[in-house]
């Protein structure tokens, strides 16, 4: 019976790591038979499987659905403490979480997943390694998801996966490298995928292969090859009955046309990516195909290029908030912490039970002692130990929960300031929609981003050891100047600059204005000052003037130069740069022979 019992489950564990998060291929007949059955069956282990094989059978069709059968089949695995079925319904909630946006899910089922297949189910490891780095893809951050395949990649359990689970690592790893553009490396895994799955009738595998080298032949410039490639890609998802994966592909090849100069082409295939992103609510994808469609159309039909932009800023929203982000991090801090916490937990059991094993000892001997010379000393003394251990943990308990307190106030600020500085970002989008119209969209996009990086970059150097009120102002300065400048940067001029700051921390109240406006008279001497000029200069000095105890922001180009106070020259970034001067109560003074300069006090 164990042994029936033990095939059993390496046969489950076999169908859960064969295609890890790919949807489940079943017949029409198969998925109403699994629905007429949990019509009638009892709440037992079968059911939980029936309802982990729809949430997988729904995940790219109808991901809604999936999250139901997915989130039913975890309650039912909980209750019935069924920890195998528990885990590949996690796997599955976690896969179509992510997929639809809901980062915060996706992450905390993906750790709880690890956690428990890391203490019973060894051989599902390497399925949460891959769906945490699936969030990290969807999040746009390639390192922290090369971390974590590398992990797969490297646990000796890979090598006796089926081979989708092992050609699926193989192929997400070659995807992180092509998004970090070290390209040789992601040739090297798509090739050997695309050898392999041919061989193994792998449909689906191929697919993604020939998807990472179109790419990566896009990167280089060959773009004849890049077709090519995304073409065999397109047709591979298809004999798999993977639409969604076409959908993805769609977008990459849109993106190859454009690149020709074959708009007319680019626009057939980036419209099929923005109806798959609609069809399976894919957000990510969705706002793909809409950047692109809006750049295509930008210079023939501005309407429709307003249109998708703004489907776009509505997507990137929901996606990329700061708060979403937040929280998807605190998840992982918080495991993070957990695991720290276990650690700490084992090391005090183990000091305690030395310690209890040391007292009972002294009070043995203590005993010992006046059975044999009828002096209680010794135990007066042990007693007198236990007391002061005693008063010892009360006054540490008393200061852990005094640092507990602090840490909740502490964030419950840093909360507030998040919510303000986010208003600081619509009232900026709600200026420029008034202000007159930007010559292009990445001149737009551009703008905003380096305005959000200002406040996004103000937040990462608050200091959080001591409260949320202060920033550290010179690496602060320093980071946002150099970040803006890089943004505008072209071959035809080259631009040095050159940042002093003086002043050591700045409070949050006047760092964020001051940020801004720092942003702007940057952006404005990237984008007019040195257009007829080799080479540029920017100098930034930032410092506290001793006689009258006030601050001073010093600027100076070496462009061409302009009347700041002429009504001519008022634009967006003007307009913004005047107002944040009122919110600082500042003075200004400028100049604009040989070069612009301005001088701030506040």
């Known amino acids: 019976m164990k042994l029936l019992v033990a095939f059993i489950g390496s046969i489950l564990i076999g169908i859960a790591t064969s295609g890890y998060s790919q949807p489940l291929s079943l017949t029409t007949q198969e998925v109403e038979t699994l629905k007429q059955k949990l019509a009638v069956s009892t709440e037992d282990t079968s059911k939980v499987l029936s309802l982990w ?6 995940t790219m069709t109808e991901p809604q659905q999936a999250l139901v059968y997915a989130t039913e089949s975890i309650a039912l695995a909980r209750k019935l403490t069924y920890t195998y079925g528990e885990l590949v319904s996690l796997q599955a909630l976690s896969f179509v979480a992510t997929i639809t946006g809901d980062w915060q899910t996706g992450m905390r089922t993906a750790y709880e997943g690890l956690r428990i297949s890391q203490a019973k189910y060894p051989d599902l490891i390497i399925v949460f390694y891959n769906l945490i780095a699936l969030v990290y893809e969807k999040q746009q951050d390639s390192r922290q998801r090369l971390e974590w395949l590398l992990k797969a990649y490297h646990d000796p359990k890979l090598a006796s996966l089926p081979n989708n689970g092992k050609w699926l690592i193989y192929h997400n790893i070659g995807e992180a490298y092509e998004n970090l553009n070290v390209l040789d490396s992601a040739m090297y895994f798509a090739k050997s995928i695309d050898v392999h799955c041919r061989r193994l009738n792998i449909p689906i595998e191929v697919s993604y292969a020939n998807a990472i080298m179109g790419r990566v032949e896009k990167k280089r410039g060959h773009y004849p090859l890049a077709l090519n490639h995304l073409r065999i890609a397109i047709r591979f998802a298809r004999q798999s009955g993977n639409l969604f994966l076409e959908s993805e592909q769609s977008v990459d090849l849109a993106g190859v046309f454009q690149a020709m100069g074959q708009s007319d082409s680019a626009l057939v295939y980036a419209g099929r990516a923005l109806d798959g992103g609609r069809k399976f609510k894919n957000l990510v994808l969705t706002a793909s195909a809409a950047k692109l469609l809006a750049q295509l159309y930008e210079p023939v039909n501005p309407a429709k290029a307003i249109a998708y932009l703004k489907l776009l800023n509505a997507t990137d929203d929901s996606l990329y908030t700061t708060t979403r982000i937040i929280q998807t991090q605190n998840i992982i801090k918080s495991e993070q912490q957990r695991e720290r ?79 303000n500085n986010l208003q600081y970002v619509i009232s900026l989008l709600e200026i420029q929609k008034e202000s007159v119209s930007f010559s292009t969209i990445d001149d737009l996009i551009r703008n905003n981003q380096n305005r959000i990086h200002s406040i996004a ?80 200069l920017i100098n930034i000095e930032i410092k506290q003037q001793k006689n009258t105890k006030t601050n001073y922001l010093g600027y100076i180009d070496n462009g061409t130069g302009f009347d700041f106070n002429q009504l001519q020259t008022k634009g967006l970034g003007i307009e ?8 600082l109560n500042g003075r200004v003074e400028t100049r604009s022979t040989k070069g612009f300069e301005l001088k701030l006090y506040f």
């Open 53 to 58: 094989r729809l949430a997988r059978y729904h």
């Open 341 to 419: 916490d276990l650690i700490d937990a084992k090391k005090e059991y183990d000091y305690a039970i030395r310690q209890k094993t040391l007292i009972g000892l002294l009070i043995f001997l203590g005993f010992m002692s006046v059975v044999l010379f009828h002096n209680n000393r010794q135990k007066q003394k042990g007693n007198a130990v236990l007391l002061a251990k005693n008063r010892e943990i009360s006054r540490q308990k008393d200061e852990i929960a005094k640092t507990a307190e602090q840490k909740q106030i502490l964030l419950s600020e840093l909360q507030h300031r998040v919510k």
């Open 576 to 583: 913004i740069i005047k107002g944040l001067i009122d919110q």
């Open 457 to 536: 970059l103000l937040h990462k150097k608050l200091n959080v050891d001591e409260g949320v009120k202060d920033v550290d102002l010179k690496r602060y300065v320093t980071e946002l100047a150099e970040l803006v400048k890089d943004s505008y940067d072209t071959r035809e001029t080259h631009v040095s600059l050159f940042t002093t700051c003086e002043i050591d921390t700045l409070s949050i109240a006047k760092a964020l204005p001051l940020g801004l406006i720092i942003v702007e008279l940057i952006s404005n001497s990237m984008k007019h000052a040195f257009a007829n000029q080799p080479d540029g």
